[in-house]
């Protein structure tokens, strides 16, 4: 199949590492010019990583119609709101771009008790979500949804065997993986350490004990994961997507260094305060 090639606009972008301490623009800022460029099947694709932002916003309107919202949506508070109401009534959907495992979600939420304790929400929207993304018709992004799908799932089962929780009850999806791990749960390595070529690598991962260390490594294996797959993509929608994947990863580590800085700073502000003699009063 033919692909469009953004030769001038890939050129322009400024390059990034994985240890940059700072965004040469935010992934709200990226979206914007990057949906400026797209010709509009590509941008349909890049749609699909979009909607991880839609499905948080989603949980949270479900819940309250005024709730604070991600700005990197595919889709408006007010599309959304649209939707959960026409659901409601029963009515034909206004909006036919609105995915279908949002449609399946909220009718399940109406029907039954949103507040029951015998659903997981969180866990059934991101199954819905998740598998919906390993079936798009693009190898990149499908493989980019798998991995981190399988990644999810095998740390999640690693760490409720760990704190003797039921691993057949964090583990989402109905994958190959995900399949597995259920039917082997009480294996030592899930029935995966041969069917899961990266099962070493996320497992070494996960003996770290420094929590901030830890989702670092994972972030760099996904990281590196995309440096490997995107190795003869220079101009294409797959070298564009790998770069918006990056961004965000990267855009969340600025961010959680701002914060430690910010932390940091309070605490040395805050212990300088207690080194401080008030002189007695005479």
Do not use: H
């Not at 997981?120 to 493989?143: H, R």
């Not at 030592?188 to 260390?213: H, M, N, P, V, W």
């Not at 440096?227 to 600025?254: G, S």
Request: with cysteine; glycine share 2%.
């Amino acid at each position: 199949m033919f692909k469009n090639q953004y030769y001038y606009f890939v050129a322009g972008l400024p390059d990034f590492s994985f240890d940059s301490t700072k965004l040469p623009f935010t992934v709200s800022e990226f979206k914007e010019i990057l949906y400026e460029e797209l010709k509009p099947y590509d941008k349909k694709l890049i749609d699909k990583y979009f909607l991880e932002a839609d499905k948080e916003n989603l949980l949270k309107l479900l819940s309250d119609k005024e709730a604070e919202i991600k700005k990197t949506s595919v889709f408006s508070r007010e599309e959304m709101l649209s939707t959960i109401e026409s659901i409601k009534k029963e009515e034909e959907l206004k909006n036919k771009d609105i995915p279908n495992i949002f449609e399946i979600f909220i009718k399940q939420w109406l029907k039954e008790d949103a507040e029951s304790e015998n659903t997981n929400w969180e866990n059934l929207l991101t199954a819905l979500y998740m598998d919906y993304g390993t079936e798009v018709k693009n190898t990149l992004v499908s493989q980019w949804f798998t991995l981190n799908l399988n990644i999810g799932n095998l740390l999640a089962a690693i760490y409720s065997r760990k704190y003797g929780l039921e691993v057949k009850q964090v583990v989402v999806s109905n994958n190959p993986i995900a399949n597995t791990i259920r039917a082997n749960a009480n294996s030592r390595d899930f029935g995966l350490e041969q069917e899961l070529d990266y099962y070493d690598a996320i497992l070494k991962i996960s003996e770290e004990t420094d929590i901030y260390e830890r989702e670092r490594k994972i972030d760099k294996f996904r990281w590196d994961w995309l440096e490997e797959n995107t190795v003869f993509d220079y101009f294409n929608i797959e070298y564009l997507f790998a770069y918006l994947c990056k961004l965000q990863i990267l855009e969340r580590w600025v961010q959680l260094n701002a914060e430690e800085g910010e932390r940091v700073f309070r605490e040395l502000i805050a212990n300088m305060k207690k080194d401080v003699k008030v002189p007695d009063e005479e």
